[in-house]
């Protein structure tokens, strides 16, 4: 510590260039910060799904629809406890660019399927009575405060009503929490005999099955046996369980993990010559000073620690600004799309080794021509 | 008296591109305890060299050089360094002062070195500042010095973690006459007040008038040594 307003002093020696450096590395670690985070969130959502609970969906495209009488035959295969089904309806609240998250299905099923899924009771009971109803997630309800008893018109892109309009009206009847399945806690889920009945087109068709099993070992059988049913047919299916589910669908957005390493990778690299050359600039404008600190008995590993540490300093401090930051900006993002989101502690810690790597790569040259320092010679001016 | 530097048959060469330069040839100088010496002589004379040698900034190529009967050729640099930081401090021509910390600070480098604790490194730098006559400077940056302050701090910074010897190389170099002559009676008075045995490499005969002996180097090898009344 008793170091450390010569370090700082160091730092501030030319205070635009500090600046300027303090800036991009604040700026390269934000980057980092909501990357990372994004990243852990994605590998955590898809930790967080459950294997033991599988998707049939359309062999041609998880958008074509199935047929319903399929819910049968799936329920009849051995090992299969309860089967859902669910439609992408496609709603928008007030206007096309408020996305609501919103499925037709088969609800009490629907709530068998998914146990993570908590609602009071009388709520789910009420939604079996209200043909109109429609049960809302908890972050839902809280972005639009909506409540129980509010009447809520949602507008579809896809699906018109025999009418010739648009929009469906619900009336909400129940608000459900999910707190092990929190991006679940965005959906909307209305009756899909409703649904079936007011739109003009695909009657008796699903989006895709929903079913648990009992046995989880068993996933990669079962889904065998369920596509087995449908082979050769119009709708041929693909099975798979949840777990792999989303892993399709994120594949679909491309190898997100590699993109982001990519990119951080690409910032880190690029900012490597950025400190490392604020640092030799730093020390060779800083030679004859150096020298004084060894003619006052400065070791040269103590001179060359001090160089490190100022690398470390300017790293360090620059990383934890950019990663609050990303702390600050990561639930601000959650909450515009709807979902809770904070900052994972590994991305914290993987972008404080990676400020201190970066730190010990950037210092290490100069902390290296520090060490090797005559003094006469740097003494002399020579 | 007892000697505290000694000096014996030491070479030192220098390469310069591909030529080795001899700069001390077979040198022998030996100071007493608590002598003011002046190292006079041309420029390219060897002074600074010297000066270094005994310092322990820099080996001879032959020789020995012992300071309180220490080797101080056979340490490593690592002991070496150790070694300058317990027993020498430094006086340069141009201050060499740190221009981002103030005067508190730049006093204080040396006692960072000690296990001293906070409260008494600052009283130690007090002390320091105080002798040289500059304690309601210590808030003040090498910038918002003139000459012969900035001097006196890098002379508080010598001092500070009280080393029995002082080597100056040129002190007065940079400093108008006036300015001059108030750094060399302070230096005198470390010398007879605090028995700091001081080394000085001067041009200046009017500087060199304030040590207690003179010795004249030419070409490496010393020419002329005489005791003053100083």
Redesign the interface.
Known sequence: M??L??LW??L??KKTRTILTLLSVVVAFLLFGVLQGVNTWLSNTVKDTRVNRLYTVSKISYVEPLPLAYLTQIEKVPGVEVVAHQTWFGGSYQDAKNMVLSYPTDIPKFFEAYPELKIAPEQLQAMQRTRNGALIGASLARQYGWKVGDRVPLLTSIWTKKDGTSSYDFEIVGIFTAPKLISLEQNFLMNWEYFDESRSFGHGQVGWYIFRIRDASQSTAISKQVDALFANSLNETKTQNEQEFLQAQLKQLGNISFMVNAIVGAVMFTLLFLTGNTMMQSVRERI??LA???????????VTTLVLAESALLCVIAALVGLGLAAVIFPIAGSLIGGTLLMPMGAVVAGILAALALALISGGPPAWRANRLA??DA??GR | MTTLVSVKNVVKRYTRGKQKVEVLHHLNLDIAEGEFLALMGPSGSGKTTLLNLIGGLDRPDEGEISVHGQRIDKLSNRELAKWRARNVGFVFQFYNLMPMLNAERNVELPLLLTNLSRARRKQNVQAALTLVGLADRASHKPSELSGGQQQRVAIARALVADPSLLVCDEPTGDLDRHTAEEILDLMRTLNQKQKKTIIMVTHDPKAAEYASRQVHLDKGTLLEDQRTAA
Do not use: H, M, N, Q
């Not at chain 1, 004084?292 to 040269?300: E, I, M, P, Q, R």
């Open positions: 008793k170091y307003p010569l002093a160091g501030w020696r004859p000073e004084v600190l060894k003619t006052l008995g400065f070791t040269d590993s103590a003094v006469v003494l002399a």
